[in-house]
């Protein structure tokens, strides 16, 4: 019986040091099957023979031939794994397989494919290479530089990252009424043309969405450049108040039709507490998608995680280790943390509200993206995927080549601020009350606890002075400018002091503290 399964192409496979997967080999391609599939199979084959006895003895010692504990016995396949390759990443489909390095993309035949692979892994399309990448993308000191081809321009997938990242939108379209009460957005009869920063902004999103996508499909990893694929809305908004409808989703579950993608409700995602959260990962697990977490999500937990490797404990059996996948996080806020551990370990990604809740990307194409294309668009599809695998490939170091954008900086901020602090400072470092003075921290403190009482329980003289460095950058203000000393702070008669000020400070009038007890005159509008 093993001979018979193994010259068939069935037989097991070692993942793990002493764990293995029953499996089936055909050509270059392996997949998984179960005991109960090599039962059958073998029923069926003696069905074939015509011999009635052979099948009876099957049949009936079915249990003893073909069990579960006699067919961990079978012969051990040994594939030769298509590898990572520093240099260049292949993409497997039906038909053939594609070669893409930094200089080209070339298609050969499947007879030509250096390896073996897992079914999941190849791509069901029978694709065709178009021929040139559908944009080529370069930078110099002056700002990325964007060639587009007419595949480019017929490609809905790269008109979507187009328009999620053109900041500028509202000075070519305006929001109508229509005849029936619904609302929708008709292009200007005459736009406002956009400024020179504004086209270098659009440039850069563009560049980094297909670099995320080129990370996130290439199968070799830089271990100094692990990151996980944050994108978020690009636009500052209260905190809590959710934007969604601008295509981040869809953007990040694009790569699930080219590998393997296991997805994480992150509203309800419980990294601390829930063992099995990784149930259904293993090493063919391309990557690991948290789509829309909660305001204040734990990204500390996945440190580790990002940059070495994961433990995925299934429902029955041990706990295993395997190299981490790529992470993309879709979120409507800020991720928190702003330490160099954190930074170094996300690749962010801004997303402008083009589409919202009066134009979605169905009422802009006229039908849904991927469910709805045709043959010629999931081939331009395949062809954007490789053209940004060449992309990353020139443009590989995700620390050098990221977005450069102030209100991504300006949300993260105020998330950490929050909006009762928020609220608090923008009436109480005004001109005329306590911006440009040096008070005294128990002062602030008092003010801010006798607004909100409820953060009493939270807050203290530590946590003010750290949520006032953070308002001083929010708003563009020096904080403690006359502090002396490597710690920047202002003290003085033992105690310690704040101060927030602008381009109308006056150093003479340092002296002039605040304390707790001190009188201060309000010309200007305060809370107080």
């Known amino acids: 019986i093993r001979a018979f399964l193994f010259n068939r192409g069935i037989g097991l496979y070692e993942y793990q040091p002493g764990l293995y997967r029953t499996i089936r080999k055909e050509g270059y ?14 029923a069926d084959f003696c069905d074939t023979l015509k011999d009635r006895e052979v099948v009876k003895m099957i049949l009936r010692g079915n249990t003893q031939y073909l069990g579960p504990n006699n067919l961990n016995y079978m012969f051990v396949h040994h594939p030769q794994w298509v590898e990572p390759h520093p240099d260049r990443q292949v993409m497997v ?3 053939c397989f594609w070669v893409i390095t930094a200089d080209g993309i070339e298609q050969r035949p499947l007879t030509e494919l250096p390896g073996d692979c897992w079914s999941n892994n190849i791509i069901p399309f029978d694709a065709e290479y178009v021929g040139q990448p559908l944009i080529r993308v370069q930078r110099d000191e002056k700002g990325w530089k964007l060639k587009e081809t007419d595949h480019w321009t017929n490609c809905e997938l790269a008109q979507f990252i187009m328009r999620t990242s053109q900041f500028f939108w509202q000075k070519e379209w305006e929001l109508r009424r229509g005849a029936d009460g619904a609302r929708y957005y008709a292009p200007l009869e005459h736009p406002e043309l956009p400024t020179e920063e504004e086209l270098k902004t659009w440039k850069m999103h563009i560049a980094t969405k297909l670099i995320a996508w080129g990370y996130k499909l290439r199968d070799y990893r830089d271990a100094a450049n692990m990151r996980a694929i944050i994108c978020m809305d690009g636009l500052e908004s209260q905190v809590g108040r959710s934007q969604g409808g601008s295509g981040k989703s869809i953007f990040a579950a694009a790569t699930k039709h080219c590998q393997t993608l296991f997805d994480v409700d992150g509203k309800t995602a419980d990294l601390k507490n829930d063992r099995f ?11 690991i998608l948290f789509d829309d977490v909660r305001v204040n999500f734990d990204f500390e937990l996945l440190f580790s995680q990002i940059t070495n ?22 979120t409507n ?45 999931w081939n331009l599809y395949y062809n954007l995927m490789a053209t940004a695998l060449q992309v990353y490939m020139q443009h590989s170091d995700l620390g050098q080549y990221g977005i450069e954008s102030g209100d991504i900086q300006r949300r993260k901020l105020r998330q950490q601020i929050g909006e009762d602090f928020l609220e608090f400072a923008d009436t109480y470092f005004t001109a005329g009350y306590m911006l440009n003075r040096v008070v005294v921290k128990e002062r602030v403190l008092n003010d801010y606890l006798s607004q909100f009482p409820h953060d009493r329980k939270f807050m203290d003289v530590r946590r003010i002075k750290e949520k006032c460095e953070l308002f001083a950058r929010y708003a563009s203000l020096d904080y403690n400018p006359t502090a002396k000393g490597p710690d920047n702070r202002i003290k003085s008669s033992g105690f310690e002091f704040i101060c927030l000020a602008d381009k109308d400070f006056n150093a003479a009038t340092a002296d002039d503290k605040v304390y707790i007890n ?5 010309t200007a509008h305060a809370p107080y």
């Open 29 to 42: 391609f392996h997949e998984d099957v179960t005991h109960t599939w090599i039962q059958r199979y073998v």
């Open 93 to 95: 489909f039906r038909n």
């Open 277 to 287: 959260i990784y149930h259904g990962v293993d090493e063919r697990t391309r990557e």
């Open 309 to 330: 490797k994961i433990r995925v404990k299934p429902f029955q059996g041990a706990p295993i280790d395997i190299t981490a996948p790529v992470f993309t996080i879709t």
């Open 333 to 377: 806020h800020a991720i928190r943390g702003d330490d160099t551990s954190t930074r170094r370990r996300q690749y962010l990604l801004a997303f402008c509200n083009f589409f919202n809740e009066h134009r979605t990307p169905r009422h802009f194409f006229g039908h849904q993206l991927f469910y709805d294309w045709d043959k010629t668009q």
């Open 518 to 522: 001190t009188s201060v005159e309000k």
